[in-house]
């Protein structure tokens, strides 16, 4: 089970777009400069941020992104929500109505599948993590100097 | 992010085998009967479990499965670990290190990167909830019922 890259492409450019905010909207080619990604695949991952509100997009020849909102209002579970989508890494099937379940009466599966009720509680614990951390909160764990080389490097690229 | 039905059918499993353990070895095709599975298919998804140690298979015609340990001994965790693998669900690539972070000195990057930690404790606090949760949780959370059926459809079908 595992997140595509665009949950660390995602995060790293919200955090990059908080500290270049002043020079927004910053264009792909230049987001993905400072990460040394592949332009066309980042504004492939960016997308699904764009329709989500968590990044507004200018098209044209100065256009690019911007954060939506405030670091303060983004959290992790939105971002990883907006890229891997909001269904529950468990599916459960029902396979307890099937076979040796088939003889019971329907009404005794009123109450959801302890198997999926366990697996859902794991999963509540692993949002409720993210959605207690903001792009703020990223942004305050970092050293001071990854936003001063960030937008040194904006700088002279765009210079 | 999804996992496989592997989960969903090696847990079923698990909880099946804890409740005809008098009965065991159990047939992979009984075990399937019991879900409505296809034999090979469940032989498959079973295979991780037995690799790990969370069942005992015996060959031959009279074989078949039973838990390798007490129920309470037996988290979800292990389930999910042994069928999903353990690698973390975000996969950090160190992008932090690349263009706009090339310049920096590499002893900067000798604490984790604040994103890949802040992934990590909201997979931490979903590993802790599974391993917080045994076989024995979830067969005392399923009704009487299911105990019963199980039972009564494995001896009808092995008459």
């Not at 080619?29 to 990044?55: H, N, S």
């Not at 929500?81 to 599966?109: D, P």
């Amino acid at each position: 089970m595992l997140m595509g890259e665009g949950v660390e492409w995602g995060l790293h450019c919200c955090v990059a777009l908080a500290w270049l905010d002043d020079h927004a909207p910053i264009a792909t080619a230049r987001l993905a400069e400072i990460f040394e990604l592949p332009p066309e695949y980042l504004k492939k991952r960016l997308q699904p941020l764009v329709r989500e509100g968590i990044l507004d997009s200018t098209p044209g020849a100065r256009g690019g992104y911007r954060l939506a909102r405030a670091p303060e209002r983004l959290t992790l579970m939105d971002v990883v929500a907006a890229v891997e989508g909001r269904t529950e890494a468990f599916r459960c099937t029902e396979i307890r109505r099937r076979g040796a379940g088939a003889a019971r009466a329907s009404t005794e599966f009123d109450k959801p599948c302890g198997i999926a009720a366990a697996m859902g509680r794991a999963e509540l614990a692993w949002r409720r993590e993210l959605s207690g951390q903001t792009v703020a909160d990223l942004m305050a764990a970092t050293p001071a100097n990854a936003s001063k080389y960030t937008r040194r490097f904006y700088e002279s690229v765009t210079g």
